[in-house]
């Protein structure tokens, strides 16, 4: 089955520590994109990247880090100093050939910071 | 920076009511505009979306879309709502390599 997979579901962590969230697709897509969903807030950018060994910065990127080093994975690492890090993170992945093509979601990682 | 608006909160309707939801974004020039859908406990979903041509767009589950370039608006539509249509509504709009989306609207249908 092509599609993006998120581990894990539901992730606890204690204040204070990183946290590495994990984002793979088989879809052979060149974009990847993360995002926090808060209530009634939407869907804010993290990070993204179009290529491998390339990403940029999203609105609220403060916090957080990425690498890209295959084309199949974008991991997030939210880090301690993220201020208010429990949240439901989205990753997707947009093909960039032929043009004007959608962002593909995965389930999410719902993180709790205790 | 291109931004984008959804009025509606929260919706409530009672099934085969019509629905609107409305859409606003910030700025013209050529846009590309999404709805998107989150069923309960499901991944985000593409519902349709408009890039150029006719500016009644088509999506699935008899949802349809209205670009006004005049108004900068993408209204999402149904006739005749579902209790299965109960989920969490994104308009999107696309800025050069980013998606942008609206906080969402939360519709409730009732049996």
């Known amino acids: 089955d092509g599609g993006i997979t998120q581990s894990p579901k539901y992730l606890f962590r204690k204040e204070g520590q990183n946290v590495t969230l994990s984002c793979e697709q088989n879809l052979n897509h060149d974009a990847m994109y993360w995002y926090r969903q808060d209530p009634g807030q939407g869907l804010r950018l993290i990070y993204y990247s179009q290529i491998v060994n390339d990403f940029q910065k999203g609105d609220i990127a403060e916090g957080y880090s990425v690498s890209r080093e295959k084309k199949e994975s974008f991991p997030l690492t939210v880090t301690s100093a993220q201020k208010n890090p429990t949240a439901f993170y989205l990753c997707?992945?947009?093909?960039?050939?032929?043009?004007?093509?959608?962002?593909?979601f995965g389930p999410g990682t719902r993180l709790t910071v205790l | 920076a291109q931004s984008v608006s959804q009025h509606n909160h929260h919706v409530i309707l009672s099934e085969a009511a019509s629905l609107e939801l409305g859409c606003n974004y910030s700025?013209?020039?050529?846009?590309?505009l999404f709805w998107y859908v989150q069923y309960p406990g499901q991944h985000l979903q593409l519902l349709l979306k408009?890039?150029?041509?006719?500016?009644l767009v088509k999506g699935i589950k008899g949802f349809e879309a209205e670009f006004i370039k005049s108004k900068f608006s993408f209204n999402l539509r149904k006739p005749s709502v579902q209790w299965s249509d109960t989920a969490e509504y994104f308009c999107?709009?696309?800025?050069?390599?980013?998606?942008?989306f609206g906080t969402g609207t939360r519709l409730q249908v009732f049996p």
């Open positions: 999107a709009v696309s800025d050069t390599d980013k998606l942008i």
């Open positions: 997707a992945s947009r093909g960039l050939l032929g043009g004007n093509n959608e962002q593909f």
């Open positions: 408009y890039f150029s041509g006719d500016p």
């Open positions: 700025y013209g020039g050529t846009v590309n």
